[in-house]
Nanobody
Framework: QLQLVESGGGSVQPGESLKLSCTTT????????IGWFRQVPGKEREGIAC??????????DYADDLAGRFIISRDNAKNTVYLQMNSLNPEDTAVYFC?????????????????WGQGTQVTVSL
């Protein structure tokens, strides 16, 4: 059973950066595509970034309005996927989740992901 744990959330001011980590245990990360999602109360979970099992050659995808500010990467040796978030603004405030699926393609459809972490809170305010 694959288990995921997010870390790195916190409270920051607008314009600052945070780096989230998603560490997996139970099974090797190299066999999974990992997506990052976020959710605010009353809204659906939003897919924001994804990295395929084999990220080379176009295996990374971002929500259109986040490309350039957010960067996803993975270190299979450490069983960890990262989400570097730059130039944060109050609209980025949400609970951030990582999720895993076995298919080797990216999708923002949360229903395709089989394993989820518990989430980490990111708050951006003055």
């Amino acid at each position: 059973q694959l288990q995921l744990v997010e870390s790195g959330g916190g409270s920051v001011q607008p314009g600052e950066s945070l780096k989230l980590s998603c560490t997996t245990t139970g099974l090797s990360l190299e066999y999974y595509t990992i997506g990052w999602f976020r959710q605010v109360p009353g809204k659906e979970r939003e897919g924001i970034a994804c990295i395929r099992r084999s990220p080379a050659g176009g295996g990374i995808d971002y929500a259109d309005d986040l490309a350039g500010r957010f960067i996803i990467s993975r270190d299979n040796a450490k069983n960890t996927v990262y989400l570097q978030m730059n130039s944060l603004n109050p609209e980025d405030t949400a609970v951030y989740f990582c999720a895993a699926m076995g298919w080797n393609y990216c999708s923002s459809d949360a229903s395709l992901y089989n394993f989820w972490g518990q989430g980490t809170q990111v708050t951006v305010s003055l």
